[in-house]
């Protein structure tokens, strides 16, 4: 008597006088046992090893001829498939690949599990009442577990069965003593986990010894805001502290980045920015006792023009301060996007450019550095000087008060 019908997809290859058997589109790795009937050519060999989904071992070597592409039967003879012992332990073994833990789950019908089902560590439930009725088998006996919401000591197991449009999913939970339950009742879609003690919206942990505790410092708000030390983000990341706040990013064989990207539209459909869109800002603000000001120091880049590619990406920088008795932030030194510098102008002209007053170090001879080491076009005021013809090398020791400026060589009289 065979177990099923034949197996015969695929073809096979054999060669006279060789036990090894190949196949073309087999899958005999999931279909073959030791023992089977393999008939082709109107001969029979039985299995001896499967060795994939394309090669058996054959107990005798083949008697007919070498030939491919054959035609072929698998007849489940297999004495394995009728041995009790054999087919309890592979029922076993598909019961735990389906449980997923490595347990047997066994759903029963009767009032209590028989005791002669299942071994130490497998778990019976009952699901024809509510809530469901679980055991797990400790010590040869099965040992009822409380129903969820009741206050079960610490190592009491759960069986915990969800289901969404679409998904579902058992999972078996073991209550640490910290863990309460909200059972679903029927007809709803989900069971809820709470957790004893803890603020809504904050993100568990798992402790050092595998309890989940509830004193994360992460939050997140029913608006996908994330707190970091606060339970009120109010930006999309926000941390708190009370310590000096380092945020560090160590990078090993490579630079850190700190990428700021900006974009129009939206983000199903982004557009190129143009002139004058700020691209990103670097703000400090500060509590005045009642509350945390509006922006009163910046660094920020804007587009210095629209934006196209391949070629068309200009920036400038700005740097923004708020004078000293009063509450208006202006813009103070911009970098233009040729490189030139304006302090107190937003159009600088020049490498530098100072809309105002420019005050220089102040020297003696003696104290003035090389002129040679600074370069040519440098300037400095000095305040002994005793050589007052234009052009000429300054020296000291006088009384002078002067403008010089460095040729590379000599610091001249102006």
């Known amino acids: 008597m065979a177990l099923g019908a034949p197996y015969t997809t695929g073809t096979l290859s054999v060669t006279n006088g060789s036990t090894t058997v ?17 008939h082709a050519q109107g001969l029979l060999g039985v299995v001896k090893t499967v060795t994939g989904n394309a090669a058996l071992e054959l107990y005798l070597p083949w008697a007919g001829a070498t030939a491919s592409g054959l035609s072929y039967a698998l007849l ?3 004495w394995s498939r009728y041995d009790p012992a054999v087919t309890q332990a592979k029922v076993r073994e598909y019961l735990a ?8 789950m066994y759903v029963i019908s009767g009032t209590t599990p028989d005791v002669g089902l299942g071994d130490d560590g497998d778990i ?37 069965k969800t289901a969404q449009a679409g998904l579902s999913a058992e999972r078996v ?10 059972w679903a009742t029927a007809g709803q879609a989900k069971a809820n986990v709470v957790l004893s003690g803890a603020v809504t919206g904050r993100l568990a942990r798992w402790g050092s010894a595998g309890a989940l505790g509830q004193t994360s410092g992460l939050f997140e708000a029913a608006d996908g805001k994330v707190g970091v030390g606060t339970a009120s983000p109010a930006y999309n990341l926000h941390v708190v502290g009370t310590t000096t706040a380092f945020n560090t990013t160590d990078c090993y064989g490579g630079m850190p980045v700190y990428l700021l990207r900006r974009a129009n539209g939206t983000p199903a459909s982004p557009t190129a920015v143009i002139a004058n869109d700020a691209l990103f800002q670097l703000s400090a603000h500060g509590h005045d006792g009642t509350g945390f000001s509006a922006r009163r120091a910046a660094i920020r880049a804007y587009a210095a023009e629209n934006w196209s590619s391949p070629s068309a990406y200009g920036t400038y920088l700005t740097i923004e301060t708020t004078q000293k008795a009063t509450a208006t932030t202006a813009e103070r030194v911009r970098i233009d996007d040729a490189g030139n510098v304006g302090i107190s102008t937003s159009s600088p002209t020049a490498p530098l450019h100072v809309a105002g007053v420019a005050r220089i170090g102040s020297y003696t001879v003696a104290t003035l550095p090389s002129a040679s080491l600074v370069g040519a ?7 002994d000087g005793s050589t007052v013809s234009r052009l000429g090398e300054v020296t000291g020791g006088g009384v002078v008060t002067l403008l010089v400026g460095s040729n590379g060589s000599y610091w001249l009289a102006l």
């Not at 690949?97 to 047997?104: D, H, P, Q, W, Y």
């Not at 797990?136 to 969820?148: I, L, S």
């Not at 076009?377 to 305040?383: D, F």
């Open 97 to 104: 690949a389906l449980a997923g833990s490595g347990a047997v």
């Open 124 to 160: 019976a439930v009952k699901i024809d009442v509510s809530p469901w009725q679980t055991w797990t088998k400790v010590a040869g006996a099965w040992v009822e577990q409380a129903a969820p919401g009741s206050g079960a000591p610490a190592g009491a197991d759960y069986l915990v």
């Open 76 to 78: 489940k003879r297999s």
């Open 377 to 383: 076009g440098s300037l400095a005021w000095v305040t």
């Open 173 to 182: 939970v073991t209550d640490t003593g910290t863990v309460t339950w909200d």
């Open 22 to 38: 190949t196949g073309v589109g087999t899958l005999w790795a999931s279909v073959a046992e030791v023992g089977d009937e393999i």
